[in-house]
Antibody, heavy 119, light 108 residues
Framework: QVQLVQSGAEIKKPGASVKVSCKAS????????IHWFRQAPGQGLEWMGW????????KYAQNFQGRVTMTRDTSISTAYMELSRLTTDDTAVCYC????????????WGQGTMVTVSS | SYVLTQPPSVSVAPGKAARITCGGN??????VHWYQQKPGQAPVLVIS???DRPSGIPERFSGSNSGNTATLTISRVEAGDEADYYC???????????FGGGTELTVL
C-alpha cells in the first residue's frame, strides 16, 4: 500500500544537527512533492519546506532558511530533512507528507519522528 | 500573509452534529482541505477540495466553503471522533501551504 515510513526518534544536544529520512513505497516516488512539517508539543503544524523528488528542487520556509536542507535519493525512494544548529526550541515531531501539487491535499503522511534537543 | 482562523475548541454530545469553522479572507475562492489528528498520531486527510471525502472516510464527515468561512461538519458524532482538526489552503501566488491553528473536538 501507499505509505511513507520515517526514521526513528532522535535525541540531540544543542548545536548539533539531525537528519530525518522518509521512505516512500507503493507509488512512483518522483511523481509527488514531499513536504516537511514539524509540530512542537501541544502546538499546531508548522511548514518547513518541500522537495521535488524528480528534479531535486527545494523551497524552504523563511523561518528555517540557512538551517534546513532537504535532499532525496531516488534509487531508494527516500527523502531527507536535515536541520542544523539545533536549540531546545527545535524539540518537536517532524512529519513528511506527499502532495501531487498545489492546490491538492496532503493525502499520505509519515508516522512522525520525535526530535528531542536537550543538554 | 494569509491567515486561517479556527476556534480553539468545540464540544458536542455524542450523536449530535459538530461544526468546525475555518475563517479566511474570501476563503470561498480557495480550495480547502481538512485533516484529523488524534493524540500521538500523524494527521489524516478527511475532506479535500472543500467537500470531497477520501476513500475510507465515513459519510458522517462533510465540508462546505463559501464567502469567508469554510466548515467541516461531523454528523452523529462518536467518541472516536475526538481529535484536533486542521484546515489548510494554498497561498495564491507562492503556492505554499497554510494551516489553521487547529480545533480540538471534545465529545461530551
Amino acid at each position: 500500500q501507499v505509505q511513507l515510513v520515517q526514521s526513528g526518534a532522535e535525541i540531540k544536544k544543542p548545536g548539533a544537527s539531525v537528519k530525518v529520512s522518509c521512505k516512500a513505497s507503493g507509488y512512483i516516488f518522483t511523481g509527488y512533492y514531499i513536504h516537511w512539517f514539524r509540530q512542537a508539543p501541544g502546538q499546531g503544524l508548522e511548514w518547513m519546506g518541500w522537495i521535488n523528488p524528480n528534479s531535486g528542487g527545494t523551497k524552504y520556509a523563511q523561518n528555517f532558511q540557512g538551517r534546513v536542507t532537504m535532499t532525496r535519493d531516488t534509487s531508494i525512494s527516500t527523502a531527507y530533512m536535515e536541520l542544523s544548529r539545533l536549540t531546545t526550541d527545535d524539540t518537536a515531531v517532524c512529519y513528511c507528507a506527499r502532495v501531487l501539487a498545489a492546490p491538492s491535499a496532503f493525502d499520505i503522511w509519515g508516522q512522525g519522528t520525535m526530535v528531542t534537543v536537550s543538554s | 500573509s494569509y491567515v486561517l482562523t479556527q476556534p480553539p475548541s468545540v464540544s458536542v454530545a455524542p450523536g449530535k452534529a459538530a461544526r468546525i469553522t475555518c475563517g479566511g479572507n474570501n476563503i470561498g475562492s480557495k480550495r480547502v482541505h481538512w485533516y484529523q489528528q488524534k493524540p500521538g498520531q500523524a494527521p489524516v486527510l478527511v475532506i479535500s477540495y472543500d467537500s470531497d471525502r477520501p476513500s475510507g472516510i465515513p459519510e458522517r464527515f462533510s465540508g462546505s466553503n463559501s464567502g469567508n468561512t469554510a466548515t467541516l461538519t461531523i454528523s452523529r458524532v462518536e467518541a472516536g471522533d475526538e481529535a484536533d482538526y486542521y484546515c489548510q489552503v494554498w497561498t495564491s501566488i507562492t503556492d505554499l501551504p497554510i494551516f489553521g491553528g487547529g480545533t480540538e473536538l471534545t465529545v461530551l
